[in-house]
């Protein structure tokens, strides 16, 4: 029984070879027979001749059935390192359109990624990607589109650079007590707290000290884009909506939406209203979208506005906090340009307002960013601050996407807190700014362009209503082809910003030089001086 089982068992283990295999299969449970009956001899002659007989059957019959194989041609390197030596190519047995189908469809894309691809490509992007193929430059390229679509400001950019020759080498090392493995190694993806200190100084110095930030309630991000983007993850559920005062930033919908799933609810405001918050209106919009089945989770405003300039009151905000209150509902608020402002009007941050007050802090959220007050987007660094321990908690984990690199941070901590070198830059920065502002808007309104009053940021909000055809989106839209492809000025159309008055267009001024201003105000002329004789 213990030989019949052992036998047994040796047949059932997997074999390879072909038809070898296959004959051992037949002829092993044979042998033991033979054995069992006729002797040694024969239980070995017998199994060894049976199996001698099927490979050379097997061997003719393959040959029948394959038409012979060419003989490869001689490989003379082959010949040269071993003469004497035939090299015989097997056949391939199978074609590889055998082994798949012929025609397996496309490649499988995920539907979040596809509803990305087919959103195509809106104006604003059109007129950033134009630049970048044929940037204009005073004596390279002094025909290529000048940019005016991209918010960066690089009128203070001399104080940064002279910092950065002076210091950046021993600023981003951190001298002997740090070293190089201070910067190799992995740091807490939410900020260094160093940073968060320096981040928190910073934002207050930038809005003349009326408010004093706690750095326990920041994390830090790559950039203001992953800040806005981890606050939409944590406040609202896919389907969910924000209610957003237009017109706004063209990047906002990219920011919330793509990947969170989060909607946005455009609520129109005027220019009768100098484009100013309308709680009324807000208050309509929440109200419809309760109808249609829509949560609204919130509410995203830009102090200062971006596109328009203006800076929101203390009534305004306190106004802002009463109707999310009584909506039981949370408040982002974009303060990107807090130091940015150029203007007689004073800056007030929601922060002050819940510290003065102590309303409802748990629904209050700050987005904050180097990229503008202090001209460095280049580095990458947003910050979120919040009073609400669940959301800070939660953004700190998702941090994990976007964190900023620990060289940038050592880096920023040493520039911050070089608190000369700030004084100094806030300053210069606020009024070169206010000089480019009056410069650019006295140009177009020599032009014949009028603007909105603007105090803070880098645009002048401009109503070219009076040079579009037909007053509708494709005439404003037909103006914005004729700024940038035939004037060479790269223009964000207000309908990119979801204004709904045709004809309003955003010009950051803060990416010319004062000799640039000429060459603008040359080419939007030619342009405008078109459209008259045409109409």
């Known amino acids: 029984m213990t030989r019949t089982r052992t036998l047994f068992d040796k047949d059932r283990r997997p074999t390879t070879g072909g038809g070898g295999g296959t004959a051992m299969r037949v002829i092993v449970p044979l042998q033991g027979v033979v054995q069992g009956r006729g002797g040694l001899v024969l239980g070995s002659v017998i199994p060894c001749a049976l199996f001698y007989f099927l490979q050379l059957y097997l061997k003719r019959h393959r040959s029948s059935s394959n038409p012979p194989t060419p003989q490869p041609s001689p490989d003379p390197e082959s010949d040269h390192h071993h003469p004497g030596v035939k090299v015989t190519v097997l056949p391939r047995s199978l074609s590889r359109s055998h082994l798949s189908p012929r025609n397996p469809g496309p490649v499988y894309v995920s539907g979040r990624a596809n509803s990305v691809v087919r959103g195509g490509e809106p104006p604003y992007y059109v007129g950033l990607r134009k630049v970048a193929e044929d940037p204009y430059d005073e004596l390279g390229n002094p025909d290529g589109v000048i940019q005016l679509g991209l918010d960066e400001n690089k009128l203070a950019l001399d104080l940064v650079c002279d910092w950065l020759l002076k210091n950046a080498k021993d600023a981003i090392l951190g001298g002997e007590e740090l070293g190089f493995s201070g910067i190799a190694c992995y740091q807490s993806f939410d900020g260094l707290m160093e940073l968060k200190l320096a981040v928190a100084g910073f934002m207050s110095r930038a809005i003349g000290n009326s408010v004093t930030y706690n750095p326990s309630q920041i994390v830090l991000t790559a950039g203001a884009t992953p800040a806005i983007e981890i606050l939409s993850f944590c406040l609202a559920d896919s389907g969910n909506a924000f209610l957003v005062p237009a017109p706004y930033y063209p990047g906002l919908d990219r920011d919330v939406k793509w990947r969170t799933g989060v909607e ?162 806030i300053e210069i920065n606020r009024e070169r ?35 579009i055809r037909s007053y509708s989106e494709k005439g404003e839209l037909e103006l914005w082809d004729r700024l940038l492809n035939v004037g060479k000025v790269n223009v964000t159309p207000g309908s990119s910003c979801h204004c709904i008055e045709p004809g309003w267009f955003r010009f950051c001024f803060t990416t010319l030089t004062e000799k640039d201003i000429p060459v603008v105000m040359a080419r939007i002329r030619s342009i405008s001086e078109s459209c008259k004789s045409h109409s």
């Open 264 to 425: 946005i609810i455009p609520v129109p405001c005027r220019s009768a209203d100098k484009f100013n918050i309308s709680i009324s209106a807000l208050d309509r919009a929440f109200n419809q979208a309760k109808k249609r089945g829509v949560k609204v989770r919130g509410i995203i405003i830009s102090n200062p506005s971006n596109p328009g300039g203006g800076l929101l009151t203390r009534e305004s905000l306190y106004n802002l906090l009463d109707f999310v209150r009584e909506k039981n509902i949370h408040i982002i608020s974009n303060e990107l340009f807090a130091g940015s402002t150029h203007g007689n009007e004073e800056f007030v941050s929601m922060a002050e307002i819940v510290d003065l007050e102590d309303l409802d802090q748990n629904r209050v959220h700050i987005v904050y960013g180097l990229s503008k007050d202090l001209s460095l987007p280049g580095f990458r660094v947003g910050a979120i601050y919040s009073f609400n321990q669940n959301v800070l908690t939660a953004a700190k984990r998702l941090t994990r996407f976007s964190s900023i690199s620990t060289p940038s941070q050592r880096l920023l901590i040493s520039m911050l807190s070089d608190t000369k070198f700030i004084h100094k830059f």
């Open 433 to 467: 700014l206010r000089g480019m502002y009056l410069k650019f808007v006295t140009g177009l309104k020599q032009l014949g362009i009028e603007c909105t009053k603007s105090n803070g940021g880098f645009y002048c909000w401009a109503d070219l209503s009076g040079l």
